[in-house]
């Protein structure tokens, strides 16, 4: 990969950029002082203290010295400026839609929405859970399904995952799949059923299907409407497949399914699909959110998060993530899938988009896309154009060998295939009818004799829906804006102060860095634009690929993994093949530790590999001796090992060459799980120290804000041996989410070399600085032989009158959130400053924790009650302790209120309800 370091304004920034100053929380001045509080003269000893000598990078790093955000912008600027941005009516799955300009400006550019966390403290988070409350209803109203989850990566990995689960617990094999598929979601479903032994069949989901076919199924999955554009019909196929006990699973456009029967009342056991035409701009192909919907009684199979109400201990209602039991993050490789990051923000916008609208705002969107297919079809006839006219619902197909230079359309065998949208006006049509009919014809003439189109076979949507309060109450945008701002103070975010969540990483999601994403240029990219009109996405996505090869050391990056989670996916993949490739196709044992992420193990499930657990030692490391014996002894079938680093226990351990030695000795591959790239960028490189595949979550250090639980980014790196084996089809676009790609672009291009190495030296500087301070209240559990932790550590809370979680909900009163909660160590907290935190705020953070390690001793029931509400509050008052205790106990400048007390997650799993009533 080449690196351009020849910026044109490089020789205007010689020394650090001021984004560095503004990037980076503690002043020179400030740094200083918190080197001298741990009794260190500079920043060089902290750092020798931390990297183990091996690794430490000397002066091996070449990047671009960082710029201004001005300057940043304008280059940025006339790189974008080399897509050329058409009207594209491509379709398959990308359409051109409008997002109201209230939910734009207040939610898609509003960091109280964009850079919150996935909402663990659910009493901190009552807003983004509502609106992905509203997001579910709104899937279940649309599917007539009664149980839909919060979102997905996207549509091709929503149906992947309704394969899987579809799977799971059968004996058959055989997959049944509608031949007039999306292609991409083919490729994706392709991908995922080979190393589980998936056979996909296609079929002609309306032509005689043979039953011994279908007893060989254990799913059929149908597009409607298709990649032709026809909605098939289904009534013989969903009889014989229930009689044959097959899954029946429906890819739907949601945008047809506002007019047509919900597939679940049609007989479809799971619908998925991409919310991407509800409001989001199709950003060269992502992010979008995909939705997974699902019959009542496989819920407790569902992939991915699940809002459900609950009660708080007030007796008020009150959501909370639910079922978490079955997630990646608790049930490691017996989870149903390893889906983690999700898309939130997309979600939450397609919620909002619908509430705005409404069920007959969007009847009229759909409608109005219905007659126009039926005034081109009706046109085309009319001029002698030979046009497919079987039932559809957005899509054309016209026979010519006339090409239309002002839109992008599919051209396929002698065929032109356009799919009309929210955008697509009359004058629209009259251009396309100009370019493609040999006859002249008047579009409005055509229009004002055309009736609202009735399908004939098609079934249609004929029960009221969307009739709760929430689709009915926001339909201007007075009222739409004051809602998302209700919603949005309910929620604590980078907004209201750190959020020191461990191993994710929150740090500043600069303005500068965001502002791009919104840019035309970028936006309004369908994936499949010819390539000649997405130079500026090629220059963009190359540079930034250049720029993660030299901070990782590796050959190759791919950026089309949509989360860390699908990164591990593609990364064992590419591990997978390369060891087939050397006629190595027995090894399938992934090693382990027992300390790993969720998604580590759940990803090397789906790649169909076999987990071998790998046991820590008591200071947290793996255990070298274990590991050996484990490679030894599973030599023949080692793949690969799995390993964070620095380790989740947030610390750099001096073993890591080690460990990759040990696993090459023994035929497997080193995965590494990049997660923790913030304490290392400018300082090790991941290839340089021995691993051979590593992913790296741009959203965490690279800049992407998190959306309230996605999106995210989880592209991998590559060794040289592993470059012809990287890119799988993991995600429904090759380019993932491309559009949220100009963050980490401008996050590297503005803090340059020398201003990211600064960035995780403050990092580390911080996390210890914190450790060191609130050590004598808290233990840090954690230390590697010098003392020193990484860039996050461990406080343990074990064996104390109250619990992690107590002290988790007490830090809201105090105007915190809590760090990473019972993870990867029960009844700890694990806390990550980032390097973006001023001193101020670590130190009210450290207050705070010195006074509740105060209290738990002192008054441990104002610990156990927390948190405290204002409703509370204005209440009679019950407790042993003061309202002002409870509430002010650190006198804040700005009080942020929890919205609801303690929530009851036991009560709302027993009761289970996701949905709006
Ligand atoms: C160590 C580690 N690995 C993997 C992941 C998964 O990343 P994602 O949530 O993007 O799927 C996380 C996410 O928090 C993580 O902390």
């Known amino acids: 990969m080449r690196v351009n370091c020849n910026h044109p304004l490089n020789n205007l920034t010689k020394s650090m950029s001021d984004f560095v100053r503004r990037h980076i929380g503690p002043s020179e001045a400030e740094q200083t002082q918190m080197l001298n509080d741990l009794g260190l003269s500079s920043m060089d000893e902290l750092i020798r203290q931390i990297v183990p000598d091996s690794i430490l990078l000397r002066g091996d790093y070449k990047l671009p010295d960082g710029c201004s955000e001005q300057e940043a912008l304008t280059e940025l600027k006339e790189i974008a400026q080399q897509n050329i941005v058409k009207r594209s009516l491509i379709g398959q799955g990308y359409y051109g839609t409008i997002t109201p300009p209230v939910i734009l400006r207040n939610v898609f550019e509003n960091p109280e929405w964009y850079t919150s966390y996935t909402p663990y403290q659910a009493e901190i988070s009552q807003g983004r859970l509502e609106a992905l409350f509203n997001f579910q209803t709104l899937i279940t109203e649309l599917t007539g399904l009664s149980i839909a989850n919060a979102s997905l990566l996207d549509e091709g990995t929503a149906a992947a995952e309704a394969m899987i689960l579809a799977h799971s617990g059968s004996k058959k094999n055989v997959f049944l799949v509608d031949d007039k598929i999306f292609p991409q979601t083919l490729s994706v479903l392709e991908t995922r059923a080979k190393p589980l032994g998936i056979e996909i069949t296609l079929i002609d989901i309306e032509g005689s299907i043979s039953l011994e076919k279908?007893?060989?199924?254990?799913?059929?999955?149908v597009q409607l409407p298709d990649n032709t554009g026809k909605i098939k019909q289904t009534e013989a196929l969903l009889r014989i497949a229930d009689v044959y006990k097959c899954m029946k699973i429906a890819i739907v456009d949601p945008m047809c399914q506002v007019l047509m029967k919900p597939v679940g009342e049609m007989g479809f056991d799971i619908a998925v699909g991409s919310m991407q035409r509800f409001g989001v701009p199709m950003g060269y192909g992502g992010p979008h959110a995909a939705f997974f919907a699902i019959n009542e009684k496989y819920k407790r199979k569902i992939p991915g998060r699940i809002v459900g109400q609950s009660v708080d201990n007030q007796g008020n209602k009150a959501l909370r993530l639910a079922l978490q039991t079955?997630?990646?993050?608790?049930?490691?490789?017996?989870?149903?899938?390893?889906?983690?990051?999700?898309?939130?923000?997309?979600?939450?916008?397609?919620?909002?988009?619908?509430?705005?609208h409404g069920s007959e705002g969007l009847k009229k969107i759909a409608t109005?896309?219905?007659?126009?297919?039926?005034?081109?079809?009706?046109?085309?006839?009319?001029?002698?154009?030979?046009?497919?006219?079987?039932?559809?619902?957005?899509?054309?197909?016209?026979?010519?060998?006339k090409k239309v230079d002002e839109f992008n359309m599919r051209y396929e065998n002698g065929f032109v295939v356009f799919s009309i949208d929210e955008l697509t006006s009359l004058d629209e049509i009259q251009r396309i009818l100009d370019a493609t009919c040999e006859r002249q014809i008047d579009v409005r003439k055509v229009f004002e004799s055309t009736e609202t189109y009735k399908w004939f076979t098609i079934p249609e949507r004929n029960k009221p829906w969307l009739t709760q309060e929430v689709f009915n109450s926001y339909h201007s945008e007075t009222n739409m804006m004051r809602y998302i701002y209700e919603l949005g103070s309910k929620d604590f975010s980078l907004v209201n102060g750190m959020i020191p969540l461990g191993s994710c990483t929150m740090k500043l999601n600069a303005a500068s860095e965001l502002m791009p994403v919104s840019w035309p240029e970028f936006a309004n990219m369908h994936p499949f634009a010819p390539k000649e009109q997405t130079l500026g996405y090629d220059i963009l996505i190359n540079e930034l690929k250049g720029w993660l090869c030299e901070i990782t050391g590796f050959a190759d990056v791919s950026l089309q993994p949509n989360a860390g989670s699908q990164g591990e996916y593609a990364g064992l993949l590419a591990i997978q093949e390369y060891h087939k490739s050397r006629g190595d196709d027995k090894r399938n044992v992934c090693l382990i530790p027992e300390s790993a992420h969720g998604t580590n193990g759940a990803s090397a499930v789906m790649a169909g590999m076999k987990v071998v657990t790998i046991k820590c030692d008591d200071n947290g490391n793996i255990d070298t001796n274990d590991l050996e014996k484990q490679a030894i002894m599973n030599t023949f079938e080692l793949a690969a090992v799995m390993v964070t680093y620095p380790s989740t226990?947030?610390?750099?351990?001096?073993?890591?060459?080690?460990?990759?030695?040990?696993?090459?000795?023994?035929?497997?591959?080193?995965?590494?799980?990049?997660?923790?790239?913030?304490?290392?960028?400018?300082?090790a490189k991941p290839c340089n120290y021995g691993a051979d595949v590593c992913h790296m979550n741009l959203h965490k250090t690279f800049c992407i804000p998190h959306g309230g639980g996605g999106p995210g980014v989880g592209p991998i790196g590559v060794a040289e041996h592993l470059v012809p084996f990287m890119n799988q089809r993991v995600s429904a676009a090759e380019q993932g989410s491309a559009s949220i790609l100009p963050i980490s672009w401008m996050y590297i291009r503005m803090m340059g070399g020398d201003g990211l190495q600064k960035a995780s030296e403050v990092s580390l500087l911080s996390a210890n600085w914190l450790a060191n301070k609130i050590d004598p209240y808290f233990k840090v559990l954690y230390k590697a032989e010098s003392g020193r932790v990484a860039h996050e550590c461990i406080f343990d809370c074990r064996n104390l009158p109250v619990t992690a979680e107590d002290i988790a909900k007490r830090l809201m009163d105090y105007g915190f959130h809590a760090p990473t909660l019972s993870w990867p160590v029960s009844n700890t907290m694990m806390a990550e400053p980032t390097e973006s935190e001023s001193l101020n705020e670590l130190q009210r953070f450290v207050d705070a924790m010195e006074m509740i390690g105060r209290e738990i001793f002192t008054i441990p029931d104002i610990v156990k009650n927390a948190p405290h509400t204002e409703s509370e509050v204005c209440g009679q008052w019950t407790h042993g302790y003061t309202r002002e205790e409870a509430c002010f106990p650190n006198r804040p400048k700005h009080k942020f209120w929890p919205a609801v007390s303690r929530i009851n997650n036991a009560y709302g799993d027993r009761n289970l309800v996701c949905a709006c009533s």
């Open 214 to 221: 279908i007893d060989t199924a254990f799913g059929v999955l």
């Open 326 to 356: 079955r997630e990646q993050h608790i049930r490691r490789d017996k989870a149903t899938s390893n889906i983690c990051t999700a898309q939130a923000l997309l979600a939450n916008i397609a919620g909002f988009y619908a509430a705005y």
């Open 368 to 401: 109005r896309i219905l007659k126009y297919r039926q005034v081109l079809i009706k046109a085309f006839k009319f001029t002698g154009t030979a046009v497919d006219d079987s039932e559809g619902f957005d899509t054309i197909r016209i026979k010519t060998n």
């Open 649 to 683: 226990h947030g610390v750099f351990e001096s073993t890591i060459k080690d460990i990759c030695r040990i696993i090459h000795d023994n035929g497997g591959q080193v995965y590494l799980d990049g997660a923790n790239l913030n304490a290392q960028v400018g300082l």
